[in-house]
């Protein structure tokens, strides 16, 4: 199946949607620092579904499936920071949020798949 079926593939280019969303809303001095962060996180997890699905390991596979769950935590992560430094509410995240836990529990489910073959 290519990277682009993926329903996790998918689901995370919809999660980076909502952070671009997000993090239009953060205050000017924050565009270069969070909102870059945040973006550069979301932007990841896709990104290296679609590079670990090219390659021609599954060793190198799960590697990238790896790497976009440290990216999914650091945004959730972020998310969180935006909330407690008062940028954001708990209402403007709560669907970034859920996008991002759905996101964390397929690279999980994936990553155990990989495991196994």
């Given amino acids: 199946m290519h990277y ?3 329903v996790v593939w998918q689901k995370a280019m919809t999660l980076v949607e909502e952070v671009y969303k ?3 809303r953060l205050p000017k001095q924050e565009q270069f620092g969070l ?4 973006q550069r996180a979301a932007v990841s997890i896709p990104s290296n579904i679609a590079e670990g699905q090219s ?3 599954k060793k190198e596979y799960l590697h990238f499936v790896s790497i976009a769950q440290g990216s999914k935590a650091e945004l959730y992560t972020q998310i969180q920071i935006c909330v407690r430094l008062g940028f ?3 209402e403007d995240t709560e669907k ?5 836990e759905e996101v964390g529990k397929m690279l999980y489910a994936l990553a155990n798949k990989l495991r196994q073959e």
């Fill in 4 to 6: 682009k079926e993926m």
């Fill in 22 to 24: 997000n993090t239009a």
């Fill in 35 to 38: 909102a870059s962060q945040m």
């Fill in 55 to 57: 390659r021609h390991s």
């Fill in 88 to 90: 954001l509410s708990l």
């Fill in 96 to 100: 970034t949020s859920m996008i991002c």
